[in-house]
């Protein structure tokens, strides 16, 4: 499914996979297998296709219907996980419009990326279970259950899990940018 939405983008934009591979720093090779649905991308792939084809992360995932009202079951959520960084993100909104919610999981010791990263966008993040360290332009805030903390998603920023139990949150983006 992921392949075939990035064929269809790459398409869309009339790139070849050489041009899209030395946009986005990812091989040809590894590309050619994820859009053939033979490999699964890791989340700092797609966040690379994401950028280079200038659209959120999650646009990878969504769907053409436009409806007006969207109701997103649990089950039938998209999912992406990171293993190496110990992270899980559900979509929580349609994957349209003007807001992107998610929710996270995060193991302990896990971070959301291996270093902060940019987008365009503002971001909230509220803490539903453990805690939570955002780091945002260098500056470390933890976070408890049921803190939030807003920031300018256009500094370098990540989620990092200190502690020792597993962390669960959600975030709300706009404009969906991740």
């Not at 669960?168 to 940018?177: E, L, Q, R, V, W």
Request: hydrophobic share 35%; with cysteine; aromatic share 6%.
């Amino acid at each position: 499914m992921i392949g075939t939405r990035i064929r269809e983008l790459r398409s869309e934009r009339n790139l070849t996979v050489a041009q899209l591979a030395i946009a986005s720093g990812v091989p040809s090779a590894l590309l050619r297998q994820v859009e053939r649905d033979r490999d699964d991308p890791s989340l700092e792939t797609l966040r690379k296709i994401a950028k280079a084809l200038e659209l959120p992360l999650f646009s990878l995932f969504q769907e053409s219907d436009p409806a007006l009202v969207a109701v997103i079951r649990a089950e039938a959520r998209v999912r992406v996980k990171s293993p190496s960084d110990g992270i899980t993100y559900t979509r929580v909104s349609p994957g349209r419009g003007r807001l992107e919610v998610l929710e996270g999981h995060l193991l302990p010791g896990g971070s959301s990326a291996g270093e902060p990263w940019s987008h365009p966008s503002e971001e909230c993040v509220l803490v539903l279970r453990g805690r939570l360290v955002v780091e945002v332009s260098g500056f470390t805030h933890e976070l408890e259950t049921g803190d939030s903390c807003y920031f300018d998603s256009s500094l370098p920023h990540r989620y990092l899990n200190t502690g020792t139990e597993p962390t669960d949150f959600i975030i709300a983006a706009t404009p969906p940018s991740f």
